[in-house]
């Protein structure tokens, strides 16, 4: 087995701020994910990456940037915090495409 | 606008009783279907998957596939109190980099005694 950790589990931020989400698996997973998921909506994605080094955009990829450096660690920076960006960010990794994905227990963020 | 979508958007069952969810993509790039639950406060775990034509049962539930409408349910008998929570239907897109899945908005089912 393996598990999927995400800090801060808490972020609070001043609006226009810049604040970086950090993710870290151990499941040795190529392919790692970031969501977005507002209060009991689905899931939106943010960027996936499908190895080290490799940034793909998803469907909500505009006010975000995302950097892995290594296999096993995945960051997402909000590059101006909005108030409408409140939300759970969700950071999950499979092990290929076809894969179910395993998830992280998320980043609540709030935005003063 | 929403390219997977789910419904009903909630639901109440009886214990025991059936509960049938629903998922379309718009998008014919699909080639693989997900179930996804989230019970309150937790992160999404994957429940069942499909990606041939026809029905696939796991225990209490049965997952269907249609590919020429790529419309995929869920169904769950002998719904208990524990099944309440978001069920998320993911699809998995081809795309050029390789495939991702797009998630709908979920269902929110409440199983009452």
């Known amino acids: 087995g393996g598990i999927i950790t995400q800090t801060p589990k808490f972020l609070i931020g001043q609006e226009g701020q810049k604040l970086t989400l950090k993710c870290q698996q151990n499941?040795?997973?190529?392919?790692m994910y970031w969501y977005r998921q507002d209060s009991g909506k689905g899931l939106r994605l943010i960027y996936y990456?499908?190895?080290?080094?490799?940034?793909q955009k998803g469907d909500l990829s505009e006010g975000y940037d995302a950097s892995r450096e290594k296999k096993s660690s995945f960051s997402l920076t909000v590059t101006s915090a909005q108030k409408n960006e409140m939300a759970v960010f969700l950071c999950?990794?499979?092990?290929?495409?076809?894969?179910?994905?395993?998830f992280g227990p998320g980043t609540r963020l709030t935005v003063l | 606008q929403q390219k997977v979508q789910q419904s009903p958007e909630s639901l109440i069952v009886p214990e025991g009783g059936m509960a049938s969810l629903n998922c379309t993509s718009s998008?014919?790039?699909?080639?693989y279907f997900w179930w996804y639950r989230q019970h309150s406060g937790k992160s999404p775990k994957m429940l069942m998957?499909?990606?041939?034509?026809g029905e696939k049962e796991e225990g209490r539930f049965t997952v269907h596939l249609n590919k020429a409408s790529l419309h995929t349910s869920l169904h769950i008998r002998d719904s208990q109190p524990s099944d309440s929570a978001l069920y998320l239907c993911?699809?998995?897109?081809?795309?050029?980099?390789?495939?991702?899945?797009?998630f709908g908005t979920g269902t929110k089912l409440q199983v009452v005694p």
């Open positions: 999950a990794s499979s092990m290929w495409f076809y894969a179910e994905q395993f």
């Open positions: 499941f040795n997973h190529d392919t």
């Open positions: 990456s499908i190895t080290e080094n490799d940034l």
């Open positions: 998008d014919r790039n699909v080639d």
């Open positions: 998957s499909i990606f041939s034509n």
């Open positions: 993911a699809a998995s897109l081809i795309a050029n980099s390789g495939t991702y899945q797009r």
